[in-house]
């Protein structure tokens, strides 16, 4: 192969990299932001409101009611904890970790995508290997 062939490819290769970096960090998502916050407009007065800046807002009385209307979280026994939540780009993912009664965690992780001004779960994972230290924190099972 001749030395101007070789420079061509390596040119083309060189451009083709920087350009896919270049397009990768000008369309990089950036996290929505999530905070709890009490507030007076929840429906229990001092209950736990997620805010949203896009789409349909979620309140965790609206998250929890969807969780437990879900076929999976109607077929396990015990409690049901939640865990983090966490909202990115319109869809919210949520931690739910349900308790036995002779005490067994089993936590599943929920994803949600906003439909017409509500929300609708989308995908249910079960998580196989989650450090004993991340489940429930303060709780005992």
């Known amino acids: 192969?001749?030395?101007?062939t070789r420079f061509l490819i390596f040119a083309v290769t060189v451009f083709l990299c920087v350009a896919g970096i270049f397009v990768a960090n000008s369309t990089s998502r950036k996290d929505v932001d999530l905070s709890f916050a009490t507030s007076a407009?929840?429906?229990?007065?001092?209950?736990?409101?997620?805010?949203?800046?896009?789409?349909?807002?979620?309140t965790f009385q609206e998250l929890e009611r969807?969780?437990?209307r879900?076929?999976?979280?109607?077929?396990?026994?015990?409690?049901?904890e939640f865990g983090s939540v966490k909202v990115e780009q319109g869809s919210a993912v949520a931690e739910v970790m349900f308790v036995s009664d002779d005490g067994r965690v089993q936590p599943f992780l929920y994803k949600l995508l906003p439909e017409r001004d509500s929300w609708k779960i989308v995908?249910?994972?079960?998580?196989?290997?989650?450090?004993?230290?991340?489940l429930l924190r303060g709780v005992r099972a």
């Open 1 to 4: 192969m001749k030395t101007s």
């Open 66 to 68: 969807i969780i437990r």
């Open 123 to 134: 995908n249910v994972q079960r998580m196989w290997f989650v450090p004993r230290s991340r």
């Open 41 to 58: 407009e929840a429906s229990g007065g001092g209950e736990y409101q997620l805010a949203v800046s896009q789409g349909p807002k979620l």
């Open 70 to 80: 879900d076929p999976i979280a109607k077929a396990q026994r015990g409690k049901l």
